[in-house]
């Protein structure tokens, strides 16, 4: 059957938004690869390719019959966890643990299970059967999400797989669960934050509990998350130790604990000083000279920001985050708007995933987040990047061509 395809179904919102992505991209990846004996770098060549493959990746995908994504979601998720296994028991690829390579081309299974584990779930939601409130619908919610993500940080990649677990609660409290059981969610992570002292935790054990008294739960209720909370607290440090040491370093480098500007405080440092120099208007393209000269880390991949504040200043990097900001707002009222239920929950986790991974990024490169190793989705040099960017952005997409359609 063939798809009719009209013009007025298109969001031309989130198509504006990512072709000035994709400028703000190529710009700054030229940039940040620019060399005085190489003009256009292959890196940046590389890029041009990426772009051009994700544009026609989403552009396609925007049309799919919603109901064909529901059908693949499972399929593709057993398939994306074989890869992941393959990664960890067989050691193969990049000697990093994240990537296939094939053909010199680098594939990262990661990337690519962001979109497809929000489809999973969407899917598994979607039942009508299946109530958001109901401890067996959170704990295989929990389990789909919970299985990746133990692989993933495994390779070891915390960024990413902290992505995953950000998609749990916006999902379901999008399908209908209550504020008390989002409430019974969060707890447990502000008692682990808190637990590192003794009087923050106490604070927040005190907090947790008021709340409780007061929603006249049932004692069951009451003592069962008192118990949860404060077992948390206990276990905390476990987890700590089995960090690896480099996490722990940038986490602590992050809080401030710890000062090493000849190590892992190097990057915020260097990421500091590019973004303070660039002022109000920025240096100009190809002036930067923290970028030029090389003195900041990772400035085509995970502090791209940086390059954008420095050479393009305040005013070019506030410009990039309000084109964020609309494109994660137009996704919102997609995810509102459609009838399609599993379209709305795909919809509202894809935001969810681009929100997490551009506040966190853009957040490190400021010195208010530790250093995670996410990119910034659309902007950061990486094929397997790109190519799930634009997928997820096609995705989006297709909710608000099939807005009115109920499968």
Same mark, same amino acid.
């Given at each position: 059957?063939?798809?009719?395809?009209?013009?007025?179904?298109?969001?031309?919102?989130?198509? !504006?938004?990512?072709?000035? !992505?994709?400028?703000?991209?190529?710009?700054?990846?030229?940039?940040?690869?620019?060399?005085?004996?190489?003009?256009?770098?292959?890196?940046?060549?590389?890029?041009?390719?990426?772009?051009?493959?994700?544009?026609?990746?989403?552009?396609?995908?925007?049309?799919?019959?919603?109901?064909?994504?529901?059908?693949?979601?499972?399929?593709?998720?057993?398939?994306? =966890?074989?890869?992941?296994?393959?990664?960890?028991?067989?050691?193969?690829?990049?000697?990093?643990?994240?990537?296939?390579?094939?053909?010199?081309?680098?594939?990262?299974?990661?990337?690519?299970?962001?979109?497809?584990?929000?489809?999973?779930?969407?899917?598994?939601?979607?039942?009508?059967?299946?109530?958001?409130?109901?401890?067996?619908?959170?704990?295989?919610?929990?389990?789909?999400?919970?299985?990746?993500?133990?692989?993933?940080?495994?390779?070891?990649?915390?960024?990413?797989?902290?992505?995953?677990?950000?998609?749990?609660?916006?999902?379901?409290?999008?399908?209908?669960?209550?504020?008390?059981?989002?409430?019974?969610?969060?707890?447990?992570?502000?008692?682990?934050?808190?637990?590192?002292?003794?009087?923050?935790?106490?604070?927040?054990?005190?907090?947790?509990?008021?709340?409780?008294?007061?929603?006249?739960?049932?004692?069951?209720?009451?003592?069962?998350?008192?118990?949860?909370?404060?077992?948390?607290?206990?276990?905390?440090?476990?987890?700590?130790?089995?960090?690896?040491?480099?996490?722990?370093?940038?986490?602590?480098?992050?809080?401030?604990?710890?000062?090493?500007?000849?190590?892992?405080?190097?990057?915020?440092?260097?990421?500091?000083?590019?973004?303070?120099?660039?002022?109000?208007?920025?240096?100009?393209? =190809?002036?930067?000279?923290?970028?030029?000269?090389?003195?900041?880390?990772?400035?085509?991949?995970?502090?791209?920001?940086?390059?954008?504040?420095?050479?393009?200043?305040?005013?070019?990097?506030?410009? =990039?985050? =309000?084109?964020?900001?609309? !494109?994660?707002?137009?996704?919102?009222?997609?995810?509102?708007?459609?009838?399609?239920?599993?379209?709305?929950?795909?919809?509202?986790?894809?935001?969810?995933?681009?929100? !997490?991974?551009?506040?966190?990024?853009?957040?490190?490169?400021?010195?208010?987040?530790?250093?995670?190793?996410?990119?910034?989705?659309?902007?950061?040099?990486?094929?397997?990047?790109?190519?799930?960017?634009?997928?997820?952005?096609?995705?989006?997409?297709?909710?608000?061509?099939?807005?009115?359609?109920?499968?």
């Amino acid at each position: 059957m063939m798809l009719e395809i009209k013009h007025s179904k298109v969001d031309w919102t989130i198509v !504006f938004c990512v072709f000035l !992505f994709a400028l703000y991209s190529l710009l700054a990846v030229y940039s940040a690869t620019f060399t005085a004996e190489s003009k256009v770098s292959l890196t940046f060549q590389k890029q041009v390719v990426w772009i051009l493959v994700g544009l026609v990746v989403g552009g396609v995908v925007t049309f799919v019959p919603t109901s064909w994504l529901a059908a693949i979601a499972y399929p593709a998720y057993s398939f994306l =966890l074989i890869l992941l296994l393959m990664l960890e028991a067989l050691k193969l690829g990049d000697p990093t643990g994240r990537w296939f390579v094939i053909a010199g081309i680098k594939f990262q299974p990661s990337e690519f299970m962001k979109p497809i584990l929000v489809m999973t779930v969407a899917r598994y939601l979607n039942n009508n059967l299946r109530s958001p409130d109901d401890i067996k619908t959170l704990a295989s919610v929990f389990v789909i999400i919970a299985i990746p993500f133990v692989l993933v940080l495994k390779q070891p990649d915390l960024g990413t797989s902290l992505t995953f677990l950000a998609i749990y609660i916006p999902m379901l409290y999008w399908r209908g669960m209550s504020a008390f059981k989002v409430f019974m969610l969060l707890a447990p992570f502000f008692t682990f934050v808190a637990s590192f002292n003794f009087w923050s935790f106490f604070l927040v054990i005190l907090l947790i509990s008021l709340v409780l008294f007061l929603s006249r739960r049932g004692v069951l209720i009451f003592w069962s998350a008192f118990s949860l909370n404060v077992s948390v607290g206990l276990i905390a440090p476990m987890v700590w130790n089995r960090l690896h040491e480099y996490q722990q370093q940038r986490i602590l480098t992050f809080l401030g604990l710890v000062s090493d500007p000849k190590g892992m405080g190097y990057q915020i440092i260097q990421s500091k000083v590019a973004i303070g120099s660039g002022g109000a208007f920025g240096k100009g393209f =190809l002036h930067g000279s923290q970028t030029q000269l090389r003195f900041l880390p990772a400035q085509h991949t995970d502090f791209i920001f940086s390059v954008i504040a420095e050479e393009w200043g305040f005013v070019g990097a506030i410009l =990039l985050i =309000l084109i964020f900001v609309l !494109f994660l707002y137009r996704g919102i009222y997609i995810a509102h708007a459609t009838k399609n239920r599993f379209a709305g929950l795909m919809t509202i986790g894809l935001v969810t995933i681009f929100a !997490f991974q551009i506040f966190v990024n853009v957040g490190m490169t400021l010195g208010i987040m530790p250093v995670t190793g996410l990119p910034l989705p659309f902007i950061s040099y990486g094929g397997s990047s790109m190519l799930t960017s634009m997928l997820m952005a096609g995705l989006i997409a297709n909710t608000y061509v099939h807005r009115y359609s109920y499968n």
